[in-house]
């Protein structure tokens, strides 16, 4: 029954997205070819359309770029998105590129997400094998750009008049190195609460009201354990970027900084950040509402909250067999709301011709453009990077209507915080993740665990 429920909850959004590209792109009369395609791990076949050609208008849609037919080019685009949602999704992105701009050809390829990362510095180092647009995580771009992989888009940028007040201001300067851009940005998502109204209701708390700030999340987490026996919050304890991920929302919050202002040294062991640690060591450690367990309680119906990023909005509801809800984030009394701001950006690489290169950008910009966008964050469940996006009443209706889960996502960016654009953010994060363990651990106080984080990452910053 899972399964087959599933299967109808993809077919319904691959036609969807269909309906909603071809409808934003002015296409009244798309041919499509059936195919039935086998999914992975399920004992199921599924049979979806997919677009073979496509009659469009000539002229664009507001918010979208004046396209010119006459570039041409082939051109190889790396990604990660192998879920099937998303790859029809950028199936259908490029045929209708293609569509209107007919001398463009566009090849995907899939590369599973970490597998990407080496497989782009192992075409560097071979000189070869690079593709020519690919999809890249934000924090990369300082290293990758000063390394000479990506190609400076500013004088198309401005050829084309893209700007920054097109995009909200964060995701717009992670593309920037030494005052140019590199890429545009594509995609974002944010994290907020989920929460179990099942657990809520058993546990005698008002199901539609969610935690506000860090003293009701203690007593709700108590009280939950008290009555059911479940656990108050699931944390991700597993260390490495999920573990930086998720602190850095409780550090922001209680008004701590990961690193300076101008991001050459630590700070994210000042007194705010050990008030941040201290918070959630006692949630393990003296309150004992939060476990050291593999992630995936909540989906289980094991915990009553957990920190999440947009695109559970869905998965979540496929998933779980109990009502979900969704807020933004708790924080302390006296510090300030605040959430991760995660994403990427499309880059096109310093090897690519001239050629190619122009073929690239008009690819790129079309897809950053404000209509193929709203569709592409409508079917995707990721969030907008653009503030026309945002504020379209069409996409924002579509929130409130059809993914009311969505709200608190979208509402969040307000105060989103991104990662540090620093060269050597991996290791950082990793350093940082691996002393906020030892205290969840109870091997170093809060205090201790964020000295030594800080006296490793400091070298990394000089």
Known sequence: ??????????????????????SACGSPTPQVVVQTVEVPGEKVVETVEVIKEVVVTPEPLPGEPKLNPEVSGEIEMWHFWASPVRRNAIRRVIAL????????????????WGDIWTANIAAVA????????IVSDRPTLPKDAADGIYMSLQKYAERDGVTRDMFYGWAWDQTVYNGEIYGLPHETDVSVLFWNKNLFRAAGLDPNRPPRNWDELLRYAKQIKEKTGKWGIELFTQGGEGTTWQTQVYFWGAGAEFLNANNTAPAFNSPQGVRALQF??????????????????????EAAMVMDGSWMTQFFPQQVNFELGSAPFPYPTGGRPATNMGGEQIFIFQNADAATAKAAWDFINWFSSTPVQVEWDRGTGFLPVRRSVANDPAYRAWVSNARPLMRPFVDSMAFARPRPPVARYPQISDIFAKYVQEALLGRLSPKDALERAAQEVAPLLR
């Open 280 to 301: 959630l060591v006692d949630l393990v450690q003296k309150d004992k509402v939060a476990p050291i367990a593999p992630w995936g309680l909540f989906g289980r119906g």
């Open 97 to 112: 590129c293609e569509s209107k701009l007919p001398n463009i050809k566009v090849k995907e390829t899939v590369k599973p």
């Open 1 to 22: 029954m899972k399964n087959s429920r599933s299967v109808i909850w993809y077919i319904v959004s691959v036609l969807l997205i269909a309906a909603t590209l071809l």
């Open 126 to 133: 071979a000189g070869s094998g690079m593709p020519d647009v």
